[in-house]
């Protein structure tokens, strides 16, 4: 891909304040693995960024590339088996092809993340407090009592009560929100400016998800973290990020603000996910539609557009366009999409659009 010719997404010079570069910057990201069946393809050309202190969220459903999209910029994904191109620039430094001496000091200093199931990011050996002090002494070199008083700090910080006698107890002591408040703890015991995490409330009922989204938005007001949130559940998108990115089959499918993607969905596969959540807000019953089939597998993504297969929209486009040419994503007032529906002229080049957008001679 060129990225002189592809408009890659609403980036940070459509919205940030006062320009320069953005904390994190991802260019034309491709992360490709080998497999016994082949080869997976991941993340394709993908491109975001984020400024500190705002919340991206990237959805999309399991097998879309947004895990391996986070475990990529933390660079822990297998080096052995796995490739990864394009750029990734956390404040300036590349972490593309950074060696791994140079990642293991930037990873819980300077980014970090939640995992999904804490019950297996956690060891089971060890008190959750020898834990989070593990992780601080590993980057400040301080005393292990110095360690252990961040560490009751940190569960106090987080909402554990009674963090100095609840520090001496193991995972498998404390319930599913508590142990997602202590990874919450590990993460931020350094104080890093990027903070991802991964479905972050996804084995959690409503009230302590909400509980966490909330301990998130408040750590993010007090330190000015930026977040990267991994989720496939919109109303979670909904209720704390300030941008969208839709992924599917390891692509960017859809890209903008919040307001932009939820409220004016231009993809039909974003729409979808859309119209398959209960409405709370809507005084009459609305049918929830699921999105029809399932993902592709990586091995076989289909031919032009990928998610053609699935589509309803596309018999509106004639000569089964959708299923011999990729739409590229293509930006317009910082929401950015790639579905032939949206382009002005599918067949023309991403520049000949832009031009005639410019001219206004498209809607
Ligand atoms: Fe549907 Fe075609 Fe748009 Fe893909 S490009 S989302 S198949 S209409």
Not at 76 to 98: M, N, P, Q
Not at 106 to 117: E, T
Not at 251 to 268: I, N
Not at 320 to 326: A, E, K
Request: charged share 20%; aromatic share 4%; proline share 7%.
């Amino acid at each position: 891909m060129n990225p002189a010719t592809v408009n890659t997404g609403p980036s940070t010079d459509d919205r940030a304040a006062g320009g320069g570069a953005p904390f994190l910057d991802v260019r034309d990201l491709s992360v490709r693995f080998s497999t016994e069946d082949g080869p997976v393809q991941a993340v394709d050309g993908l491109s975001f960024s984020l400024e500190r202190g705002r919340t991206l969220g990237i959805v999309g459903e399991s097998g879309s590339g947004k895990s391996v999209t986070s475990l990529a910029v933390l660079g822990l994904h297998d080096r052995a088996r796995t490739r990864v191109g394009g750029s990734i620039r956390l404040d300036g430094v590349e972490l593309v092809g950074a060696d791994e001496a140079r990642l293991r000091g930037l990873r819980g200093s300077r980014m970090a993340m939640v995992f999904q199931d804490a019950l297996t990011a956690l060891s089971p050996y060890y008190s959750v407090g020898d834990q989070i002090a593990e992780t601080y002494r590993r980057h400040t070199r301080c005393s292990r009592r110095a360690a252990g008083e961040r560490a009751v700090q940190m569960l106090a910080l987080v909402g554990i009560p009674s963090p100095q006698t609840r520090a001496k107890d193991y995972p498998h002591q404390f319930s599913g929100g508590m142990r997602q408040r202590v990874m919450i703890a590990m993460a931020l015991c350094c104080d890093p400016d990027l903070l991802i995490a991964d479905e972050p409330t996804t084995a959690l009922d409503v009230t302590v998800q909400a509980q966490i989204l909330e301990l998130l938005a408040e750590v993010q007001q007090q330190f000015h973290t930026s977040i990267v949130l991994i989720t496939h559940d919109l109303g979670v998108i909904a209720g704390i990020a300030d941008d969208v990115l839709v992924m599917y089959a390891g692509r960017s499918v859809e890209h903008g603000s919040v307001t932009q993607v939820l409220a004016e969905p231009r993809h039909p596969y974003t729409r979808g996910l859309l119209e398959s959540v209960p409405r709370l807000d809507s005084a009459v019953d609305v049918p929830l539609k699921p999105v029809p089939g399932s993902p592709p597998s990586l091995l076989a993504v289909p031919g032009g557009c990928a998610f053609h297969p699935r589509c309803q929209s596309r018999a509106q486009l004639p000569d089964d366009l959708c299923g011999r040419l990729r739409p590229e994503l293509v930006a317009e007032g910082g929401h950015a999409v790639a579905c032939h529906l949206s382009a002005a002229d599918p067949l023309a080049t991403p520049e000949s659009n832009d031009t005639r957008r410019n001219q206004g001679t498209t809607p």
